[in-house]
Nanobody, 127 residues
Framework: QVFLAESGGGLVQAGGSLRLSCAAS???????MAWFRQAPGNEREFVAV????????NYADSVKGRFIISRDNAKRTVSLRMNDLTPEDTGVYYC?????????????????????WGQGTQVSVDL
């Protein structure tokens, strides 16, 4: 079992940046790692995913070119660098881990199969 803890959320003005971090209680070597978010009144949506090796990533169209996901397997951490934030990026951001057999590929952009989730960190973007 892996416990995930997100940090780094906060209030930022539009156009600003934030860096989210996710710390795992155990090894993440066998997991694809992802970020999801949920805005008030909306369903949870996919943001980004990174392969076990870190060599492959995938992003939601809405964040492509602005967000960067990365991981450090030795430190058991996953990060999400968010640039040029807009109010539409407001929501609770969740880190998730999915057992994944392919080291250099990523799963699809659904939230199925993610066994472990963090408690979330709030990101609020003001105009």
């Amino acid at each position: 079992q892996v416990f995930l803890a997100e940090s780094g959320g906060g209030l930022v003005q539009a156009g600003g940046s934030l860096r989210l971090s996710c710390a795992a209680s155990g090894s993440i070597l066998t997991y694809a790692m992802a970020w999801f978010r949920q805005a008030p009144g909306n369903e949870r949506e996919f943001v980004a995913v990174i392969a076990r090796s870190g060599s492959k990533t995938n992003y939601a169209d809405s964040v492509k070119g602005r967000f960067i996901i990365s991981r450090d397997n030795a430190k058991r951490t996953v990060s999400l660098r968010m640039n040029d934030l807009t109010p539409e990026d407001t929501g609770v951001y969740y880190c998730a881990a999915k057992p994944w057999p392919i080291i250099n590929w990523v799963p699809g952009d659904t939230d199925g199969g993610y066994d472990y989730w963090g408690q979330g960190t709030q990101v609020s973007v003001d105009l």
